[in-house]
């Protein structure tokens, strides 16, 4: 049986006020292969989460997690009349308190950092990554190229969201495990999102954050009801958002995608030899293509195009 | 390269067969280096030359009369001048060694 499966309870299944207690006292999470136990005491984080997690499995408290987080919203200091947020992961605060109005990028951000810091299980790429009839597109980019925006026009346009920051793949193969997440749209991307896909589900703007304006897009529920299944990568797209570029998909050499791949990923130097054969048979099974995208319509038009040419 | 008589000539030789793992796409080869856990692009020139010196070691000259040898007068020595820096190069990365 799949964790995840139809008969495990939701958040859904919680009252919004019973939602705002599990988060009090601990709320227990399946994200893709990972159980998550979360605590957060901000009140102002109980309603955008329950409508950008509600799809999501609740686990047993019992469980062993990988990973116990905590969100806590206190004075801050010296200024007091300030409040801030204190992200922590099993105790330590990675990172210094943030202003109050930012805890839930605080808290999303904090567990793609934790995901980053301790998987190293998996080879981890900086990569979004979609699926549609059991072939998937890894999208690898570096920030600020357009990964996030052009993974949430395919995933609002029926492809299955594997995630939109990770691309997991366990050492010696070359399937994707999904971890789907709400997608974190910054600044311009809000909008394009909006006018895209108006029934989108977007969780608050939040802005002065240290990535301008940030807003949430809840994964669909199929993304969740299915993240156990794995998906192989049948194409790699290094995309590129620029200024009125025209849609372009082109091909490029099997080496230049395998040294993209390597030098974007989270973890590939320290899984070392493991992490070349993994790279390589990943290359070995897909074409890898540069994509250059303006016009979000026309970028998730011509990848689900190409796709179903090129799967017949 | 005899010219300097009674100083030794020095021969390059590949740091070990075992220490690279390949992966090969057309002319593009990607080299894994064991001992440095680091990832390199290479042409198909850089890889036949560290299997030649894989087999043994050989002197400069005899690397740039079984890699490439002169047809035209005069491109000797630029043949030479460009392997040279190819070892250098690949000497640096850890891949090969002047005995």
Redesign the interface.
Same mark, same amino acid.
């Given at each position: 049986m799949s964790i995840g499966a139809a008969d495990a309870k939701r958040v859904r299944d919680c009252s919004v006020g019973e939602f705002a207690s599990k988060l009090i006292s601990g709320l227990s999470l399946q994200i893709g292969p990972f159980a998550a136990r979360i605590h957060a005491n901000s009140a102002r984080l109980s309603a955008p989460l329950y409508a950008l997690y509600q799809d999501y499995p609740m686990l047993s408290d019992e469980n062993v997690f990988h990973f116990h987080v905590r969100l806590d919203e206190r004075r801050g200091f010296p200024r007091v009349d300030k409040r801030v947020v204190r992200f922590s992961v099993d105790g330590r605060a990675p990172h210094e308190d943030m202003p109050a109005a930012q805890a839930l990028p605080v808290l999303e951000w904090g567990i793609n950092l934790v995901i980053a810091l301790r998987s190293h299980s998996f080879l981890m790429l900086h990569a979004a990554a979609v699926e549609n009839g059991g072939r998937a597109i890894l999208l690898p980019a570096a920030p600020g190229q357009g990964k996030t925006t052009l993974c949430a026009g395919l995933s609002l346009r029926g492809w299955r969201l594997l995630s939109d920051e990770f691309g997991l793949i366990r050492p010696g193969h070359t399937e994707l495990i999904p971890v789907p997440r709400p997608m974190a749209l910054k600044n311009e991307s809000i909008d394009v999102i909006r006018r895209f896909e108006p029934e989108a589900v977007i969780g608050p703007e939040i802005s002065n954050t240290r990535k301008g304006t940030v807003a949430h897009v809840k994964p669909s529920a199929q993304s969740i009801d299915e993240m156990r299944q794995a998906a192989p990568a049948h194409w790699i797209v290094f995309p590129r958002w620029r200024h009125e570029a025209s849609t372009s998909l082109t091909e490029v050499?099997?080496?230049?995608g395998?040294?993209f791949l390597?030098t974007n990923a989270f973890n590939?130097?320290l899984l070392?030899?493991a992490a070349?054969?993994t790279v390589?048979g990943l290359?070995n099974q897909t074409r890898c293509f540069r994509f250059e995208y303006s016009d979000l319509d026309d970028a998730v038009e011509m990848l689900t195009d190409f796709a179903a040419r090129d799967a017949e | 390269m005899n010219e300097q008589a009674g100083k030794e000539i020095s021969r390059w030789l590949s740091t070990g067969p075992d220490d690279l793992?390949w992966?090969a796409? %057309?002319h593009?080869?990607?080299a894994?280096h064991?001992p440095s %856990?680091?990832?390199h692009?290479l042409n198909a020139s850089s890889r036949y030359l560290i299997t030649e010196l894989l087999c043994e070691p050989l002197a400069l000259d005899e690397v740039v009369e079984a890699f490439a040898p002169a047809e035209i007068e005069g491109e000797q020595s630029a043949q030479t001048t460009r392997l040279c820096a190819m070892l250098e190069r690949l000497e640096h990365l850890g891949f090969v060694r002047q005995l």
């Open positions: 050499s099997k080496a230049e395998f040294m390597a590939y130097e070392g030899e070349f054969h390589a290359v | 793992v992966a796409w %057309g593009d080869h990607i894994y064991r %856990g680091k990832t692009f």
